[in-house]
């Protein structure tokens, strides 16, 4: 049985930081393509981060420079730190999984949320 359980969210003021972590189980982590979407209330679903299983890292423009993916492959574990938050960073954030580059993602957790006061 796959999971893929989110933590670290909160809320937090403007231009403070988070760590948020996903924990993943009953996959070969190592090998997976993962990634961080968001979707805020009323909008679509966005592409956050994307960290492939050979480490190289894909960022939204919109948080460029602002949040960094990561991943502990020992610890099945993947990361995304977001410094310099804004209101418009609210939303869920959930983590993905995928074996292919070239396929949808396979999994998704249930998601964290954040909240960015201004």
């Known amino acids: 049985q796959v999971q893929l359980v989110e933590s670290g969210g909160g809320l937090v003021q403007a231009g403070g930081s988070l760590r948020l972590s996903c924990a993943a189980s009953?996959?070969?982590?190592?090998?997976?393509?993962m990634a961080w979407y968001r979707q805020a209330p009323g909008k679509e679903r966005e592409l956050v981060a994307r960290i492939s299983s050979g480490g190289s890292t894909y960022y939204a423009n919109s948080v460029q420079g602002r949040v960094t993916i990561s991943r502990d492959n020992a610890k099945n574990t993947l990361y995304l730190q977001m410094n310099s938050l804004k209101p418009e960073d609210t939303a869920m954030y959930c983590c993905?999984?995928?074996?292919?580059?070239?396929?949808?993602?396979?999994?998704w957790g249930q998601g964290t949320q954040v909240t960015v006061s201004s």
């Open positions: 009953g996959i070969i982590f190592s090998s997976y393509t």
């Open positions: 993905a999984a995928k074996l292919r580059v070239d396929t949808r993602y396979d999994y």
